[in-house]
């Protein structure tokens, strides 16, 4: 399924070959957590961005308006109007986000709603019941996300336990692809490595779970308040004893520059609410770094976003334009801005891949990491 085409360094360049269409490596995946990007972005606006695959998240759409519906429905790529790949989040990360309203035990997580407050359980055989139902493309195994910082005796506890629960998803998964009444019979399943911010407890994790051959490997527990540089650092642990001939996907992660240096430490796959959440709130990513939409030196700025820049927004729009929605609370404001990030991100691996392709990635890597994460504002 994952056919490896050409390395430089760490880095990879490879075709992600599934049942719902082929995904170019390394790439971004654009977050529609409830079926919808935020920001008015359709499926159909996706598709003249350069997005390559969609993800939705399992604990909110189990919420509302619940996998039945949706199964119904044919599954998300009919529901949404999307023909492409789609990755669904097992809802782990949300249920253990609820620190004052879950419960964890050996077979689940109890849980209260965020809506209402109802009492809910998910364990693994309900997240890939869930998912199943969902028809993704790409299926998450359930698993503790664990805070950083967080006491070595109890991360090493939670690590078993996600062990035990991965076990428990391939047995469900395997039983739920062989059904007559299962939508996507071809859905594929990540394992998710954890182990905090310790070294040995995450390469005894991604061993472990090496040998269970799972479609592929993601790295959690990541991106939640640690520095890069110990972000980076347990990449340049953990990544050289995932598969190499399996996809590598590093989650909810990140900036432009967080994203590159991953990818030249072996990362092949990315996801993050930061392009749309950002946008939402002005904030936009150009070629030249971060610029803030609604400084008042834009205000009279005709020039678009990026001037280099092909997305909607920036062949159609000024600075000074977008900039008058914002303090005129109008919603086109935050779509116009979704669409040039979302724009933006897809774009990056895009040239990611061809640096790779003609050998020239950590140059470009070197260049674009410091000119990414700084501020473009004049």
């Not at 430089?8 to 490879?14: F, I, P, S, T, V």
């Not at 399943?189 to 051959?213: C, P, V």
């Not at 995932?242 to 590093?250: D, F, H």
């Amino acid at each position: 399924m994952f056919e490896l085409k050409k390395t430089e360094g760490l880095a990879r360049r490879g075709i992600f070959h599934t049942v719902h269409g082929d995904i170019e490596t390394p790439f971004f995946m654009n977050v529609g957590t409830a079926a919808a990007i935020k920001g008015a972005v359709s499926s159909i606006d996706l598709k003249s961005i350069k997005t390559q695959v969609e993800l939705c998240n399992t604990y909110h759409l189990h919420l509302r308006p619940g996998e039945d519906v949706i199964y119904q429905m044919g599954g998300l790529q009919k529901f949404m109007n999307w023909q492409k790949p789609v990755l669904t989040d097992s809802g782990g990360f949300q249920v253990f986000s609820l620190s004052k309203l879950r419960k964890i035990k050996e077979e689940g997580v109890y849980f209260a709603s965020h809506i209402d407050g109802k009492r809910l359980f998910i364990g693994p055989e309900e997240s890939m019941q869930i998912q199943s139902k969902l028809a993704s493309t790409i299926a998450m195994a359930f698993d503790e996300c664990i805070e950083n910082p967080a006491p070595v005796d109890y991360v090493q506890r939670s690590v078993e336990r996600t062990t035990r629960w991965l076990k428990r998803c391939i047995a469900e998964m395997r039983r739920l692809n062989s059904l007559d009444e299962t939508i996507n019979k071809n859905q594929l399943l990540f394992a998710i490595n954890q182990g905090g911010t310790y070294d040995d407890i995450r390469i005894e994790h991604m061993k472990e779970i090496a040998d269970m051959d799972l479609d592929g490997y993601a790295i959690g527990g990541l991106a939640v308040g640690e520095p890069a540089e110990v972000m980076y650092h347990i990449l340049d642990v953990v990544v050289p004893y995932a598969p190499a001939e399996k996809p590598r996907y590093l989650m909810g992660v990140g900036t432009p520059s967080n994203i590159i240096e991953a990818v030249r430490r072996g990362v092949d796959m990315f996801d993050c609410v930061m392009p749309s959440r950002n946008a939402r709130h002005s904030t936009v990513f150009t070629r030249k770094g971060i610029l803030h939409i609604k400084n008042e030196v834009y205000k009279t700025d005709a020039r678009p976003i990026d001037p280099e820049c092909g997305c909607p927004a920036c062949r159609n729009h000024s600075r000074a334009y977008i900039r008058h929605l914002f303090k005129a609370d109008e919603q086109l404001a935050g779509r116009l801005c979704v669409l040039h990030n979302l724009y933006f991100y897809n774009e990056l691996m895009e040239k990611i891949r061809n640096a790779i392709d003609s050998g020239c990635f950590n140059e470009f890597a070197d260049k674009y990491s410091v000119i990414l994460a700084q501020s473009a504002d004049e």
